[in-house]
């Protein structure tokens, strides 16, 4: 699909660096933003003609994207991953965003999914699924190292047991080890 212009905006914390090309490959504009969404509104809402977006996956697409769609033509949230020629040349903010730009115009850009509100719930709950099973992975795999670490044994699951948990703990005689334990 043919466009009069193409926005390319490398995303961050505090500030979003956004540059547009026309139709052509010309620039017409580059700019800095806040990583707002009163902000960004306000650039698009100036920018005229069909303009599709595009930015990286990052933590805060999937609110950049509810931000954005309503104003734009299209959207196209790219993995950087999948997009190699994103990794080409110079990594700053300014190229990264005219190069999203360059290739959106292209299209060469491999889009995110980022789909319908319903789904926002289960992904949510799936993510939080995922986190706290790697978080409680992690802090078991933790916790046998303290004792493997002073040559105790941890046979078996006893050593997360609650009821066992002081019977384990007396096991370390070291205080700052004790108290290490006890917090995971």
Known sequence: ????????????QATTVVDVLDADGKPVLATIVA???????RLLQGVSGSLPVTFEETTQAAWLYEVVRGYVTEVVVC?????????EGSKADRPDARKLAELLRAGMLRSVYHGHEATRKLKELVRAYETLSID????MVRIKAVYRG????????GVYQVQRREQWLEKLTEPGARQ????L
């Open 180 to 183: 290490r334990v006890g917090w």
């Open 79 to 87: 993995d950087p991953r999948r997009n190699k020629l994103l990794g």
């Open 150 to 157: 002073r040559g105790i044994p941890t046979p078996g699951r």
């Open 1 to 12: 699909m043919k466009c009069d212009k193409y926005m390319g905006m490398d995303v961050h």
């Open 136 to 139: 409680t992975e992690r802090t």
């Open 35 to 41: 990583t707002e969404a009163a902000a960004i509104i």
